[in-house]
């Protein structure tokens, strides 16, 4: 079974990931990224984004996701270098708290 | 109005629903309908090269959600690596970023569907129910400015079924016959001859359609 580089280097992978993602600005609270298959059965990374509350208003949110993406996709190159299919999921603190508080309770 | 629009205004609606309070129904519900907008606005968009409109529906059932996001990712595989070379702005570089766009919103969009629709585990947020319409709507816009571009109807003709993705790293047997990057900038992806050979072969059918049927 050939595992690709992500799931090998799993912590160099997560380390670039963060790396960019200190980067990213005051918008993005952080960047989670978590290793897995696609519905298809592909390697992939399912990147958590949390955004501030104010970058996730209807205006301004596309804007911050494409740049997000990109962002990660041009510098840390999941597929390229890594062999997985990115993908992205976004919430923001507010809801991310109270998912917390969720599986707390 | 388009079988298409109607599913992206509908997914609008859902989205509506619950504002104050979000209900994972209308969120999933949200999420799964975008999703269905940009599956259904590519098919038909594909379809229409058909010359007869009676028979379309049927040749639509022939594209399916797997190949469909195969032939998305390896686009997008495509064009990221014709951008490293760094094009030249103009019109060509345009219609490439928006069917950059097209391609990652349809592939970002399945997947997102598929746990909307079937994984319970992870929630779906308000922000991400948004930005999955928000992705939707941006493709539709760009779709509109690319569709008769070669590229474009390329990119529509090769979702009918593509083989394995591109810029995966290859396995170890595979990287002894790697071809080495010659340093100058790359034809852009558009213009290649497997696709330029597809284009051709639809025009053709589309053109013989009466008298083969």
């Known amino acids: ?105 | 109005m388009a079988l298409a629009d109607e599913l992206l205004e509908l997914a609008q609606d859902i989205a509506k629903l619950h504002v104050a309070n979000p209900r994972q129904a209308s969120l999933r519900r949200a999420v799964s309908t975008a999703y269905y907008a940009i599956f259904h606005l590519l098919i038909s968009e594909a379809t229409l090269n058909w010359a007869r409109p009676e028979l379309r529906p049927a040749l639509g059932r022939l594209f399916d959600h797997g190949p469909m996001n195969t032939a998305s990712t390896n686009k997008v595989a495509d064009l990221d690596t014709h951008f490293k070379g760094d094009p030249p702005q103009g019109p060509e570089r345009n219609v490439a970023e928006h069917l950059r766009r097209v391609a990652i919103a349809f592939s970002q969009a399945q997947q997102r569907r598929i746990d909307a629709d079937y994984n319970t585990a992870k929630e779906v947020t308000d922000t991400d129910m948004i930005d999955q319409i928000e992705t939707v709507r941006d493709a539709f816009k760009r779709w509109n400015l690319i569709r008769d571009e070669g590229i474009a109807q390329a990119y529509l003709l090769s979702m009918l079924g593509s083989q394995r993705r591109q810029s995966e790293p290859k396995r170890p047997k595979e990287q002894k016959g790697r071809k080495k990057k010659s340093g100058k900038p790359q034809p852009p992806p558009s213009f290649n001859a497997i696709e330029e050979i597809g284009v051709a072969a639809v025009k053709l059918l589309v053109e013989r359609a009466p008298t083969l049927l």
Request: charge should be positive; proline fraction near 6%.
């Open chain 1, 1 to 105: 079974m050939y595992l690709t580089p992500a799931f090998v280097k799993r912590a160099q992978f997560e380390a670039a990931v963060a790396k960019v993602a200190r980067r990213l600005g005051p918008d993005i609270i952080s960047v989670t990224p978590t290793l897995d298959n696609d519905w298809q059965g592909e390697p992939a990374v399912f990147f958590l984004v949390i955004l501030s509350d104010a970058a996730s208003k209807r205006d301004r949110l596309l804007n911050v996701t494409q740049r997000v993406s990109d962002a990660i996709v041009r510098q840390v190159q999941p597929l390229e270098k890594w062999g997985v299919l990115p993908y992205f999921n976004y919430t923001n603190e507010s809801e991310q708290s109270k998912i917390n508080q969720h599986a707390r309770a």
